[in-house]
């Protein structure tokens, strides 16, 4: 499956943005699906999960209550709603996706990468 993330750019702090992960290649639904981030001079970090169907999700600390993760299956997309936006959420934002319907948290669960996008926050 191939991964495309967008929705990505420069917003204020405080300011809100909707990313998006569309799916190619194969059906979307039975795949579990994570988004991550990586900052300048940080290693990448988890950031939200959920599952194949929808009904399970995850998120970091950082993020609980500021991000809600979602997905549309007949649309092989899943978004990442991001409100309350700081500026240590600058970072490049991955959505990744990997087969079954287990929880995956970490990046060695996923087995497909999308390219990234930039999200830039200013404070």
């Known amino acids: 499956v191939q991964l495309q993330a967008s929705g990505g750019g420069l917003v204020p702090a405080g300011g809100s943005l909707r990313l998006s992960c569309v799916a190619s290649?194969?059906?979307?639904?039975?795949?579990?699906v994570g988004w991550f981030r990586q900052a300048p001079g940080k290693e990448r970090e988890s950031v939200a999960f959920i599952n194949w169907s929808g009904s399970t999700t995850r998120y970091a600390d950082s993020v609980k209550g500021r991000f809600t993760i979602s997905r549309d299956n007949a649309k092989n997309t899943v978004y990442l709603q991001m409100n309350s936006l700081k500026p240590e959420d600058t970072a490049i934002y991955y959505c990744?996706?990997?087969?079954?319907?287990?929880?995956?948290?970490?990046?060695?669960?996923?087995?497909?990468w999308g390219q990234g996008t930039l999200v830039t926050v200013s404070s």
């Open positions: 990744a996706a990997d087969y079954g319907y287990g929880a995956k948290w970490f990046q060695y669960d996923y087995t497909y």
């Open positions: 290649g194969r059906t979307f639904s039975p795949y579990a």
